[in-house]
């Protein structure tokens, strides 16, 4: 009779990295798509509104995605 064995161990480390590298593009593209349409929501401001909530429309980027 032959035996086969199984390495579960590195089929299921494969497995569960999947999964993360997934999870973690998938946050970082919501961060994007977020970000943007703050962007491009305060971008619609008017100046004295930007000035009322402390931006000047100069900083609009920079407060966003922190450059």
Known sequence: MNT???NRTSGSSRGS???DFLGRIAGR???YVT???IERQLD???DRLLMDIGLK???IR???WGN
């Open 4 to 6: 086969t064995t199984y």
């Open 17 to 19: 990295r999947l999964p």
């Open 29 to 31: 593209v919501g961060d």
């Open 35 to 37: 970000r943007s349409r």
């Open 44 to 46: 619609q401001l008017d």
């Open 57 to 59: 429309r100069s900083d």
């Open 62 to 64: 920079r407060m966003v």
